[in-house]
């Protein structure tokens, strides 16, 4: 019988001393022996993990809970990152629509919004003390956005294209048909006063008439989203969807004219 | 003196309605806040400070408001005074009572902010002026409990 003998054993460790050299010398057998190996190498690791984890188990809680905790940082941090990207996003827009503006325009950033719901105003963070007047029209580089009603010295307030009581001279893009664009205190504008038999159609874009010399002529106000006639049925008014997200406007220009 | 703590807290009410209470809108409506301090104004001081507080209060919407200045200022005030006879006939203590009063409240003043808008040539659809007098109602009426537990420590 085999016995553990001195000399059994400096054979088997002479073999086994061989077989590894010849392992990293000859690269076919690296591999069927590495998948060998990896069964009672996972084995082994798992087992040493979970021991690892009784062992370590006051250690690895701390460690959790200050992990925890910074994650919840990095995320909060993470989510004001993005907001600021998303500012920056904006902001690089509203810049390049400023340099590209054939007209001057001041830059200024919504700070506050109708207190009630019967206007469609919002506050900005510049008045008159940055050339900021009465009656100036207010833009983004999306489109019309409104009109300045009142002036203060460090703020001002505007009122929406989607206001009832502001009204926009404004023609259909590709017929020409003028009309007068209105708001509704909803998402959506009004274009009435078109004749019956208007050439309009949905999906037809709606610009600044230019008429009103507060407006950039041509400045973009929506799309037609639908089509319909008035009570009297004497003329036709249509739906418009803005151009302009209202109800979520962070920053605007000021047009001087 | 105390009761003078009521008015920051006006203020405080006032620039949240026109900054936060933003992210509350739903269907266009949005809490009335400072009409919220009018009615707890009427319901726990006496005449006097209510009319005050709902003149503050009333200023302060019309300042952040557009067209004719002045008529919040005047009916707010109005409010107040019907709120504090009716609650001299009435106790009105629960939560549920004063949500409803509230809500009462907010109908009638965004009725006649409608009639009277609508009487000076805006074109407001009929659908537009009822989800507005509805819903902001109903948002004012569900926000009141807390704007009253706020606004307790300048009163009790």
């Known amino acids: ?257 | 003196m105390k009761k003078w703590n009521f008015l920051p807290i006006i203020l405080v009410l006032g620039l949240l309605q026109v900054t936060i209470l933003d992210y509350l809108r739903f269907f266009y409506a949005r809490p009335d806040l400072l009409l919220i301090s009018v009615a707890v104004a009427a319901l726990v001081f006496d005449l006097r400070s209510s009319l005050i507080f709902g003149l503050f209060a009333g200023l302060l919407k019309d300042v952040f408001s557009p067209g004719v200045f002045g008529l919040n200022t005047v009916l707010f005030p109005l409010w107040g005074y019907l709120v504090f006879r009716l609650s001299r006939l009435i106790p009105i203590e629960e939560d549920i009572l004063r949500m409803g009063l509230v809500f009462i409240l907010t109908v009638l003043h965004n009725a006649v902010m409608g009639v009277l808008l609508i009487s000076q040539g805006e074109m407001i659809s009929f659908g537009i002026f009822l989800r507005i007098v509805v819903v902001q109602a109903i948002l004012t009426a569900l926000v009141s409990p807390l704007v009253f537990k706020l606004s307790k420590p300048a009163y009790s």
Do not use: H
Not at chain 1, 110 to 130: F, L
Not at chain 1, 204 to 217: C, E, R
């Open chain 1, 1 to 257: 019988m085999f016995k553990l003998e001195r000399k059994n054993l400096i054979i088997v460790a002479i073999a086994c001393f061989f077989i590894v050299i010849a392992a990293s010398i000859i690269p076919a057998l690296r591999s069927p022996s590495l998948s060998t190996l990896k069964f009672p190498l996972n084995l082994l690791s798992a087992l040493r993990r979970e021991y690892g984890g009784f062992i370590y188990y006051r250690r690895n809680l701390l460690e959790m809970e200050r992990l925890q905790k910074q994650a919840g940082l990095l995320r909060s941090k993470l989510n004001l990152t993005n907001e600021i990207y998303l500012e920056n996003a904006r902001l690089k827009e509203a810049l390049s629509f400023k340099q590209k503006a054939p007209f001057k325009v001041i830059a200024a950033r919504v700070i506050g919004r109708s207190p009630d719901s019967w206007a469609s105003i919002i506050i900005i963070d510049k008045g008159t003390s940055s050339g900021i007047r009465r009656g100036m029209a207010a833009i983004t580089y999306l489109g019309l956005a409104g009109r300045v009603i009142e002036a203060g010295d460090f703020a001002a307030k505007i009122m929406l294209i989607n206001d009832p009581n502001l009204g926009v001279s404004s023609i259909v893009q590709r017929s020409r048909q003028e009309g007068l664009v209105t708001g509704t205190l909803g998402n959506n504008l009004i274009l009435r006063y078109l004749p019956e038999g208007s050439d309009i159609k949905v999906g037809d874009t709606v610009v600044t008439s230019g008429l009103n010399a507060i407006y950039p002529k041509g400045t973009l106000i929506g799309t037609i989203a639908d089509i319909g006639k008035e009570f009297s049925g004497l003329s036709t008014y249509a739906i418009i969807k803005p151009a302009v997200n209202l109800a979520n406007i962070e920053e605007v220009l000021i047009v001087v004219p």
